[in-house]
């Protein structure tokens, strides 16, 4: 089982830099934990409704941003939003984002805000290319042991 | 045989983010609660049987309104703050107003650690108050209440109403999940 030994140790090793590099913190891990036989796709199902948030509010958020008149409290609600799921599956970074976000918010400052969604933009793709080769790990190594 | 023996505590768990609902779901499961989940303060009153749903001809005529808590036995309702129309505090009062449901304890989630927040619930007769991310230690508190609602004898309740302190709106941006998961 050489090919499965390899691959295990290539997600051990990945979940660990993501952790060391601030992608993800301690609630990843606690989502993990919660992951077991009876729901073996716990973690999968909830990241990928975070994909589907995300995706969601970050184009909510460019939308806002682009009014001629800007309604912060608008861009504050959606960014307060995108806050707490990120918090909820452990994204560090973004959620650290999005809290230097909200500050912007309450300054209305316009070319703050532009300048931190380009921020966050940038970091949700890191982390959603980053979640998508663990889980294909995962997938492989599913398919090794069964 | 009839209903099942195994006395299974039962949770209703409230949330309009469909993300947070799994995970209160997926950590109430683990510790081996029955779970209902909704996503809403008005969808958890229909369920508990306080609120008339003209629309809903199935509800109406399975469930008796008014006072018929006993059709539906919920030990616990967990719920977020911050959902839009009605929050958390508002399901709060509700129920700490509702003859028939003011005994079940609740507990109010919440990502924001805001004190005069905190206060305003457990003055208001919430049990708890846990900040999200809600983790399984949150979770273990939760067996005292859910024990004590079962013996507690009505009392005076405290209503303290204070003005309402802002909550995002989020009408517009939250998608709406209908209907009841239950799981």
Redesign the interface.
């Known amino acids: 089982m050489d090919g499965m030994t390899q691959l295990q140790r290539q997600w051990r090793e990945h979940t660990a830099y993501l952790r060391k590099e601030g992608y993800l913190d301690d609630q990843f891990e606690q989502l993990q934990k919660l992951q077991d036989e009876n729901s073996p796709d716990f973690v999968a199902e909830v990241v990928s409704i975070f994909f589907d948030d995300s995706e969601k509010l970050l184009n909510n958020m460019a939308r806002a941003l682009e009014q001629k008149v800007v309604d912060f409290k608008q861009v504050d609600a959606h960014v307060h939003q995108f806050k707490g799921s990120s918090a909820s599956i452990g994204a560090m970074r973004v959620k650290n984002l999005c809290i230097e976000f909200r500050n912007h918010c309450e300054a209305q400052s316009l070319e703050e805000c532009v300048r931190c969604l380009r921020k966050l933009q940038y970091e949700y793709s890191v982390l959603k290319n980053q979640l998508e080769y663990l889980f294909r790990l995962e997938q492989q190594i599913r398919a090794a042991g069964v | 045989m009839g209903m099942a023996a195994e006395a299974q505590y039962h949770v209703l768990a409230v949330d309009d983010?469909?993300?947070?609902r799994?995970?209160i779901e997926?950590?109430l499961?683990?510790s081996s609660y029955h779970v209902t989940a909704v996503d809403s303060g008005s969808k958890a009153l229909q369920f508990l049987g306080l609120l008339e749903d003209e629309h809903n001809d199935a509800l109406a005529s399975s469930v008796s309104l008014n006072d018929h808590h006993q059709d539906v036995d919920v030990n616990l309702i967990i719920t977020d703050y911050c959902m839009p129309g009605m929050t958390g505090y508002d399901l709060l009062r509700k129920i700490k107003e509702s003859k028939s449901l003011k005994d079940i304890p609740v507990v109010i989630m919440s990502?924001e650690n805001i004190p005069s927040r905190i206060s305003r619930c457990l003055e208001e007769g919430a049990e708890e108050f846990f900040l999200?991310?809600v983790?399984?230690s949150d979770v273990n508190k939760l067996k005292p209440h859910l024990l004590k609602g079962r013996d507690k004898e009505s009392e005076p309740g405290i209503n303290n109403r204070k003005g309402m302190e802002e909550c995002?709106?989020?009408d517009?941006?939250?998608?709406k999940y209908d209907g009841l998961e239950v799981v």
């Open positions: 983010s469909l993300l947070d799994k995970l997926r950590l499961k683990t990502s999200k991310p983790q399984l995002h709106s989020h517009k941006t939250r998608t």
